[in-house]
């Protein structure tokens, strides 16, 4: 068994809860609710596995690569992966409403899809600016963070979902038993909040760990790479959602919409940056 075995696994386990969850939307039936989150839990104990495997694999090759499974694409999309699933299952834990399945598994896939059809997947040596326990702290941090505004972003999709077709009388009766499955709109609005919440002060741990490994590993705490500054405009992104919802009154449509603008900016603060532009960090890409 090979940390690839397991984390195609999950990948397939995923994808049967996926439809699962689609068949319980559209049946109603409750059964395959759970089922699908049970296939979810297995998908998410073999992807942590396969992660903890892949670990110690980089111990067993020659010439001691041995590091955190965080170093490349391949290794980051599949914590970012992993990351997602363990928001989902810990809101699932406290809310119960499967039906965030639908909205949630879409994006894990798309992770553990593009990592599996990338055909990077082999465990490489660091270069020397990532030999360092900076490397964990900081990406764990990010990924974590990931995670949390994934969640704000699916719950503000429902939440406008949701309230798109309240104002379509024809809308309501075409999509009344799929929109019933939803937490109520006062309690979406909640979550996104409380998503960004948990999600903002991991974020600031993860920019305050990147400055410090950068000063580790290029004599300098910020210098204005892309992957700085785009990291410094997810934070502002959602600075301005705490202060616009804790001091301004803001709820509803309006924070629904300022949580996916800045999924948007977070997405390409992860992807776009170290895809489509050259920095410091473009060894990501």
């Not at 998503?195 to 002060?201: D, I, L, S």
């Not at 997810?234 to 804790?246: C, E």
Request: proline fraction near 3%; aromatic fraction near 18%.
């Amino acid at each position: 068994m090979t940390s690839f075995n397991l984390l195609s696994g999950a990948t397939s386990a995923y994808f049967l809860a996926f439809w699962l969850m689609v068949t319980y939307a559209a049946l109603h039936r409750e059964v395959l609710g759970r089922i699908g989150v049970g296939f979810t839990w297995l998908g998410f104990i073999s992807h942590g596995a396969g992660i903890g495997l892949r670990w110690y694999e980089s111990y067993q090759l020659p010439g001691g690569v041995g590091h955190a499974p965080f170093a490349n694409f391949y290794e980051s999309v599949v914590f970012f992966g992993w990351a997602i699933v363990l928001a989902f299952l810990l809101l699932d834990l406290r809310l119960r409403r499967r039906v965030l399945g639908v909205f949630v598994l879409p994006l894990v896939l798309v992770c553990m899809g593009w990592a599996q059809l990338s055909g990077r997947d082999a465990i490489e040596p660091l270069m020397p600016a990532l030999r360092s326990r900076w490397l964990t702290y900081h990406v764990i941090s990010c990924f974590l963070a990931y995670g949390a505004f994934a969640m704000s972003f699916c719950v503000s999709a429902m939440y406008l979902l949701k309230q798109t077709a309240h104002g379509d009388a024809r809308g309501v009766g075409r999509w009344r038993g799929f929109l019933n499955l939803f937490p109520d709109s006062d309690t979406l609005d909640d979550i996104n909040y409380r998503a960004v919440a948990v999600g903002f002060p991991i974020w600031t741990v993860g920019i305050v760990t990147g400055a410090a490994w950068a000063n580790y590993a290029w004599g300098r705490y910020w210098s204005w790479d892309p992957k700085e500054t785009w990291s410094l405009i997810v934070w502002f992104v959602y600075a301005a959602f705490l202060h616009a919802r804790l001091t301004r009154g803001w709820t509803g449509r309006a924070t629904a919409w300022l949580a996916i603008g800045g999924f948007a900016a977070t997405l390409f603060c992860y992807l776009g940056v170290n895809l489509l532009l050259t920095g410091l960090h473009s060894y990501g890409g």
